[in-house]
């Protein structure tokens, strides 16, 4: 089939109009067929063959048409059936790229048109980038309840409501004990810089401690929300992530006083804990599908800059702490023993500083890819607040409308 030219379309009360944009068509060529739910459309030019087919969303008279032919546009009037000559929301209930409404043609005094216009714009944009609009699911489950004859379609409903509930409610308390202890970490460590001076720096991991080794060790229970499906995570992504950050904190951090009190550490706590006072108040809106662009857009940019600290500040510190690992021999067995086995703790940190660097620039890979899909959901929420706004101003009007009538 040749490739279709660009259609716009109108209406008046008794027809429609198509206006085909073909640079120097042939007459001769024109070819018009009409039937009352359809059009077919063919026409050469310097430029080619041109053709379409439309189904129509309402019927016309296939016997009332006709047709102009000008140098740069053919025009096409269409009477509508009888019964059909109400308002019609669209021209073909399929969607093409090629054809658009013509604005131009709109009665810019009517409200109700202008507000009804944009929002059928709004929704063929949002279904042309994201595909079809999503159903609405509460719709769509009393809609089976009220078609199924089985009480146990209604139990299994029940059940699973109830189980929404609780793993919501479960998860909320989670996220929101977490984000305090992380918080508290964040806001306290600036805040003792800014009152106290450099000099907090040093002091800062004492004072902060305790919090971060619970926030660490309550983190572990995200390994059994994966495993168990309470979450929809990668095990096995989540198992790296909050042993690695175990791994930096409880054995080497926390090991080791003198690497406790350098600027390192600082910038490794406030940036471990920058990172989570953004995400977990992320996770809370996503249980409950709530729509906050600004956070969204928060969560997946602000670890650009904290990721990269993070990981360089736990390379460093690790770096630092196998000399004094190899020169102390802690967490280190020597032959012989009763079990027969070795193991070099200062070996092992080589290995993971090696691992780390190769897997930092995976995660930061991943969280780019993560970014785009992000930044991609976030547009397609903006479309469809969008849409509500349109469809709220339309509702507004004809309210208006209604009460003027009614006067």
Same mark, same amino acid.
């Given at each position: ?169 479960? *998860? #909320?308390? $989670?996220?929101? +004990? !977490? ?5 508290? %970490? &964040? ?5 003792? @810089? ?68 350098? *600027? #390192?550490? $600082?910038?490794? +706590? !406030? ?5 989570? %006072? &953004? ?5 809370? @809106? ?69 691992? #780390? ?37 339309l509702i507004n009007i004809r309210k208006k409308k209604e009460s003027k009538k009614h006067a």
């Open positions: 089939m040749a490739a279709p030219p660009q259609v716009k379309w109108y209406q008046k009360e008794l027809f429609i109009g198509l206006l085909i944009d073909i640079i120097e068509p042939k007459k001769e060529s024109v070819k018009v067929d009409v039937t009352e739910t359809s059009i077919h459309f063919e026409a050469e030019s310097s430029t080619g063959k041109h053709e379409f087919d439309i189904t129509l969303h309402k019927k016309v008279d296939p016997e009332k048409y006709h047709i102009k032919v000008k140098d740069r546009r053919i025009k096409i009037v269409i009477s509508k059936a009888e019964g059909c000559q109400e308002e019609w929301s669209r021209l073909t209930p399929d969607k093409h790229r090629w054809l658009k409404f013509d604005v131009d043609s709109v009665d810019l005094t009517d409200e109700e048109t202008i507000a009804a216009r944009k929002l059928e714009d709004a929704k063929r944009r949002l279904e042309a980038e994201h595909g079809p609009l999503p159903k609405d699911t509460k719709i769509q489950q009393m809609s089976n309840m009220l078609n199924g004859d089985d009480l146990s379609r209604d139990l299994e409903l029940a059940e699973k409501e109830m189980y929404d509930m609780l793993r919501n409610s479960y *998860l #909320t308390i $989670y996220n929101s +004990v !977490v984000w305090l202890g992380y918080f508290y %970490v &964040f806001f306290v460590s600036l805040l003792r @810089v800014l009152l106290e001076g450099p000099g907090a720096v040093k002091t800062n991991y004492a004072a902060m401690s305790w919090l971060l080794r619970s926030c660490q060790q309550t983190v572990f229970l995200e390994i059994i929300h994966a495993a168990t499906g309470l979450t929809k995570t990668s095990t096995l992504a989540t198992v790296l992530q909050v042993s690695g950050r175990a791994i930096v904190l409880f054995t080497v951090v926390d090991a080791e006083p003198a690497l406790q009190t350098s *600027l #390192t550490c $600082y910038l490794l +706590v !406030v940036a471990w804990s920058a990172v989570e %006072v &953004f995400r977990y108040p992320y996770y809370i @809106v996503q249980i409950y599908e709530f729509y906050f662009p600004r956070l969204m857009w928060l969560r997946y940019n602000v670890w650009i800059p904290l990721y990269p600290i993070g990981i360089l500040c736990e390379l460093y510190l690790v770096y630092q702490s196998i000399g004094l690992v190899a020169e102390s021999g802690r967490l280190t067995v020597t032959m012989p023993n009763r079990l027969n086995v070795a193991f070099d703790f200062s070996a092992f940190l080589k290995l993971y500083l090696a691992a #780390t660097s190769i897997g930092g620039l995976k995660l930061m890979s991943y969280m780019g890819s993560q970014r785009t899909k992000g930044l991609k959901k976030l547009a397609k929420l903006k479309q469809m607040e969008d849409i509500y706004h349109k469809e709220k101003d």
